[in-house]
């Protein structure tokens, strides 16, 4: 009998598994809400036009047509009769799903820290549907503010636009409005762009912190330069409709709150009953393995070893998945493991992070880089990791279509 897989997830490491399994090893299914794998590190460049939505959209069903897909969320693991609860997205309806070997790589979720109305008030930057919300809101903002009707106290707080957390969702996310604020509103709201502001907020002491000091201390340059405001040290405490609480009691009044503060786990890993680390990531072995189980793996956001703590990029979560698929490839059962493959030891290839005006940073084992060469590194570095030919073709023409003719500012 061809043992039944089951893979939870539709992200890095899920489909960088699905693409490098053997086919005819296992029966597929493979379980998420989302029916497609989303090219994230391109998100930010969505929310103001410079990328369409779809060009980094690419539907499971191609990504791996010998699978099975079944659009609904885990909610439920049952061990001892290897059955995963599924609820369906479309009348929440719940039905099992049994397994001989589960994959877990079901992400992570944007972290509140608990902070009272986060989720009410502010806009998350994990899917297309978030990014396609943030740029309605800009759209709508900026259409607002030129109603003659509208007091300036009020046009003030409707082009202000603050993003809380520096790292790199939050920088790039904020380079992106600022490009936008210097060509777009420069050219179809002249008598706004004046007004128009960006506030990062970020509760430690700089940007970027994963990043070389220098590297950023360049960003940081460039950012004050195009007139972002920074609020550093001071932790977000409370968000309303329209307003950011800070620890020093200061409140910034927005039309826009972009929340990008890092990952936290899920509901379904929270409820998983598996050892954890602080921030709620399964632990595993260097084999990809749940700890104190067999037949259960995890890879991707929602997981890292026991012993030391993996970093949550898509690079890693594109080797593990690789990583495992070769070891699925070769087992008879996952107890074999150790006979037939190496501990999985992931690499670092560096980081990368677009900061606004075609510069970028690189910050690479061998090399810091920073500037407009770094920029077109950035770009094709990007553009080589699309997952499929459409896709890379439809980011080219993005690039080339945002460039010369501008940025799409039609409001749907």
Same mark, same amino acid.
């Given at each position: 009998?061809i043992?039944?897989l ?8 899920a489909?960088s598994?699905l693409r490098? @399994?053997?086919?005819?090893? /296992?029966t597929?299914?493979?379980v998420?809400p989302r029916?497609?794998f989303l090219?994230s590190p391109?998100?930010?460049s969505?929310?103001?036009?410079t ?5 980094i ?5 191609l #990504?791996a047509k ?8 885990? !909610?439920?693991?049952d ?18 799903v049994?397994?001989?070997?589960l994959?877990i790589?079901v992400?992570?979720?944007s ?9 009410e008030?502010?806009f998350?930057?994990k899917e297309l549907s978030?990014a396609?919300?943030i740029r309605?809101k800009?759209?709508?903002?900026? $259409?607002? #503010?030129?109603?003659?009707s509208?007091s ?5 707080k409707? *082009? ?5 957390g ?5 920088v790039e996310?904020?380079a ?7 060509? $777009?509103?420069?050219? /179809?709201?002249?008598h706004?762009?004046?007004e128009?502001?960006?506030?990062l !907020?970020e ?9 070389? $000091?220098?590297?950023?201390r360049y960003?940081t340059a460039?950012?004050?330069r ?5 609020i ?8 309303e409709?329209?307003k950011?609480h800070?620890s ?15 990952n ?11 050892q %954890?680390?602080?921030s709620?990531r399964l632990l595993?072995d260097? /084999?990809?393995r749940?700890?104190?189980t067999?037949d259960?793996?995890?890879?991707g956001?929602?997981a890292?070893f026991y ?6 990029? #898509?690079?890693?979560a594109?080797?593990?998945?690789k990583?495992? #698929?070769?070891? @699925?490839?070769k087992?008879?059962?996952p107890?074999?493991?150790?006979k ?7 690499k670092s ?5 677009y900061i606004? %005006?075609? $510069?970028?940073?690189?910050d *690479?084992p061998?090399l ?11 770009r094709?570095?990007?553009?080589? %990791?699309?997952v499929?030919?459409k896709?890379k ?6 690039w080339?279509?945002s ?8 409001r749907?």
């Open positions: 009998m043992p039944r089951v893979v939870l997830g539709t992200g890095f490491g489909v598994l490098n @399994l053997s086919p005819n090893r /296992y597929v299914t493979v998420s029916n497609h090219f391109l998100l930010p969505t929310t103001v036009g990328i369409e939505f779809l060009s959209a690419e539907p499971i069903r #990504a010998y699978a099975t897909f079944v659009q609904a969320e885990a !909610v439920g693991l061990l001892s009769r290897k059955v995963i609860c599924c609820r369906s997205v479309f009348d929440r309806e719940e039905f099992p049994e397994y001989d070997i994959v790589a992400g992570a979720e972290n509140t820290f608990g902070i009272e109305g986060v989720r008030h502010a998350f930057l978030d396609f919300a309605r800009m759209l709508d903002n900026f $259409e607002a #503010a030129s109603l003659p509208v300036p106290l009020e046009r003030k409707l *082009l202000h636009f603050v993003v809380v520096g790292g790199p969702t939050g996310y904020a992106e409005l600022a490009d936008f604020f210097d060509d $777009e509103v420069k050219a /179809y709201f002249p706004l762009v004046s128009a502001r960006i506030t !907020v509760a430690g002491k700089q940007i970027l912190s994963t990043f070389d $000091e220098r590297l950023s960003a460039l950012f004050q195009r007139r972002i405001t920074f550093m040290n001071r932790p977000v405490t409370k968000v409709a329209g950011v800070l020093n009691g200061e409140v910034l009044e927005a039309g826009l709150i972009v929340w990008s503060t890092g936290g786990a899920n509901a379904f890993v929270k409820s998983l009953p598996f %954890k680390d602080r709620g595993t260097h /084999y990809l749940v700890l104190d067999v259960i793996f995890a890879l956001d929602c890292t012993d030391y703590t993996q970093p949550a990029t #898509a690079q890693v594109m080797q593990a998945g990583y495992l #698929a070769r070891l @699925l490839n087992v008879s059962s107890s074999d493991a150790e037939v493959i190496a501990p999985f030891t992931p290839f560096g980081m990368l992070a606004g %005006k075609d $510069e970028a940073l690189a *690479l061998f810091k880089w920073s500037g407009f060469l770094t920029w077109i590194f950035w094709a570095a990007y553009l080589t %990791k699309l499929s030919l896709n073709v439809q980011v080219l023409f993005d080339i279509r460039r010369l003719f501008g940025r799409d500012l039609t749907f």
